[in-house]
T-cell receptor, first 109, second 118 residues
Framework: GQNIDQPTEMTATEGAIVQINCTYQ??????LFWYQQHAGEAPTFLSY??LDGLEEKGRFSSFLSRSKGYSYLLLKELQMKDSASYLC??????????WGAGTKLIIKP | GAVVSQHPSWVICKSGTSVKIECRSL??????MFWYRQFPKQSLMLMAT?????????EQGVEKDKFLINHASLTLSTLTVTSAHPEDSSFYIC??????????????FGPGTRLTVL
């Protein structure tokens, strides 16, 4: 079957670093997305990885290991506004998105 | 876990025809479903919120007469793209909220429907 696993909830402190992990099993693979979703809003695109390695975009970085079926989203210098759900989604060989259930990130002062 | 399916997965149609996309919650009831449109590597754009038994709420700039939404049951919402044109080609994604779950913020997303209008 196809599935995505990511933690349900994480808590971190303002100014700290947090890593949100995502493992996936899909029929074929055409890339992995990370989205941020604040309550009541549409998901916003954070990153897309299709090759192995780390991609950095400001405070956010995303890593992919295709051989391990593993990705993580790294958030640095956490701010209160980073409190949100983070969704991991893999694109399979049919270009269908397989979604994780999302990780709710709670930032404490 | 909560599963949302979409049908069809992909569709190619001629300009001027109408296309219906189904969104189903397979193991839970969804009073509210959402329809999104996604362009490559971009954020999901919310098109409309679909409420079971009532009219959908459309976002600004989305033509309700072009994108017809029907949410006739607690497990099914449909999006019909009427008189489709090439600019309607996109990836359409639905999501659903579990009516009976305590967490009212969580949305479960479907795999998407890729529409190509020739």
């Amino acid at each position: 079957g196809q599935n995505i696993d990511q933690p349900t909830e994480m808590t971190a402190t303002e100014g700290a670093i947090v890593q949100i992990n995502c493992t996936y099993q899909t029929s074929g693979f055409n890339g992995l997305f990370w989205y941020q979703q604040h309550a009541g809003e549409a998901p916003t695109f954070l990153s897309y990885n299709v090759l192995d390695g780390l991609e950095e975009k400001g405070r956010f970085s995303s890593f992919l290991s295709r051989s391990k079926g593993y990705s993580y989203l790294l958030l640095k210098e956490l701010q209160m506004k980073d409190s949100a759900s983070y969704l991991c989604a893999a694109l399979n060989s049919n270009y269908q998105l397989i979604w994780g259930a999302g990780t709710k990130l709670i930032i404490k002062p | 876990g909560a599963v949302v399916s979409q049908h069809p997965s992909w569709v190619i149609c001629k300009s001027g025809t109408s296309v219906k996309i189904e969104c189903r919650s397979l193991d839970f009831q969804a009073t509210t479903m959402f329809w999104y449109r996604q362009f490559p590597k971009q954020s999901l754009m919310l098109m409309a919120t679909s409420n079971e038994g009532s009219k959908a709420t459309y976002e600004q700039g989305v033509e309700k007469d072009k994108f017809l939404i029907n949410h006739a049951s607690l497990t099914l919402s449909t999006l019909t793209v009427t008189s489709a044109h090439p600019e309607d080609s996109s990836f359409y994604i639905c999501s659903a909220r579990d009516t009976l779950a305590g967490d009212t913020d969580t949305q479960y997303f479907g795999p998407g429907t890729r529409l190509t209008v020739l």
